[in-house]
């Protein structure tokens, strides 16, 4: 071999050795994700999430059982998946916010969007639940505003309806249904296994404390209330340090909606939908570990909830929502 040669294999193999490096950076990049995201390639074993504790009333201690959790809805590999619980609110006791915690570890979530919010009729993920998919469904909850009114983006099934917008209030699922809550672009971000985005106005709820300027009779900036009552149906969701999430409904003010959310222990959270037409949370107990979920055998997590379980199965509803699954 000449000197020439040999300088030729030399760069060769140092060339060689730097796009290594750089593959490697990039896969370490792609699969270093946000707080919440599982490792690319990550088996979901369903390990449950300790217990919740028990939420504090506010105030007086309240009988009937206020603030005490309790399982409801199909276990999965026989643990329980979701929690439940209610508090009479500070300021209007005779005014119930209902509670549901739900295991992150058991569950897995999936976005299904409707032909008028957030608009197409290309979904695959769309009401009515199919029996397939019912046959795993622990729970379903109400998505955010119309796209108009959410001031944010919407991405889902590989369709980006509305740009997605820094600093919006997220929901964010990732392609083994792991999920989290924050603001876009700096607590949670786009990477490959990011399979749906819902954005609505910003966060609620930061570093667990309700965020500055949120005032008790607002009825526009935090959402339009119907017919201006301050006091109307409105629903939220959280994520706590240990990666729950929380879901809060109940006829409140914004304020009261926060300060619920952080009760329950989210350290991030987000408004949803509102107004009676649009706030509903069911869950459901079939008669088998692996019976189908049907409007007979659902429930309701707040007695003032307009809404019923079967909201979810009818075919005409066309708005988004998102389901809470057996993991596996």
Do not use: C
């Not at 270093?32 to 995201?37: M, Q, W």
């Not at 079939?286 to 007979?296: D, E, M, N, Y």
């Amino acid at each position: 071999m000449d000197r020439g040669e040999s300088v030729v294999r030399v760069r060769g193999a140092r060339r060689a050795v730097v796009a290594f490096a750089t593959a490697l950076a990039l896969a370490l990049v792609a699969t270093s994700g946000p707080v919440g995201e599982a490792p690319a390639g990550a088996t979901r074993t369903p390990q449950p999430l300790p217990a919740p504790a028990n939420l504090a009333p506010f105030g007086a201690r309240y009988p009937g059982g206020l603030g005490i959790y309790r399982p409801v809805g199909r276990r999965v590999d026989g643990h329980p998946a979701l929690y439940v619980t209610w508090l009479r609110l500070p300021g209007r006791p005779s005014n119930v916010a209902a509670v549901a915690w739900m295991d992150t570890r058991l569950l897995r979530a999936q976005l299904y969007s409707g032909s008028l919010s957030p608009g197409g009729l290309f979904w695959h993920h769309t009401a009515p639940v199919t029996p397939g998919a019912a046959r795993t469904l622990v729970a379903a909850f109400n998505g955010g505003f119309l796209m108009k009114d959410a001031h944010g983006g919407y991405l889902a099934e590989g369709h980006l309806v509305a740009p997605l917008v820094r600093g919006a209030a997220s929901l964010v699922i990732y392609r083994n249904g792991s999920v989290n809550v924050g603001a876009w672009g700096v607590d949670v971000g786009m990477t490959p296994r990011v399979v749906a985005v819902r954005q609505n106005l910003t966060l609620l709820v930061e570093n667990a404390r309700p965020v500055p300027g949120l005032v008790a009779n607002d009825v526009s900036r935090w959402g339009s209330s119907l017919n201006n009552v301050v006091d109307t149906p409105r629903s939220g969701l959280g994520i706590t340090k240990d990666g729950a999430l929380v879901y809060v409904e109940g006829p409140m003010n914004i304020v009261q909606l926060a300060s619920v959310l952080v009760r329950a222990g989210a350290v991030r959270a987000m408004a949803l939908d509102m107004n009676p037409f649009w706030t509903i949370f069911a869950y459901y107990s079939p008669a088998s570990p692996t019976g189908l979920a049907a409007p007979g055998n659902g429930h309701r997590l707040n007695s003032t909830m307009v809404q019923s379980p079967d909201r979810f199965f009818q075919a005409s509803y066309s708005r988004d929502f998102v389901t809470m699954s057996a993991a596996g």
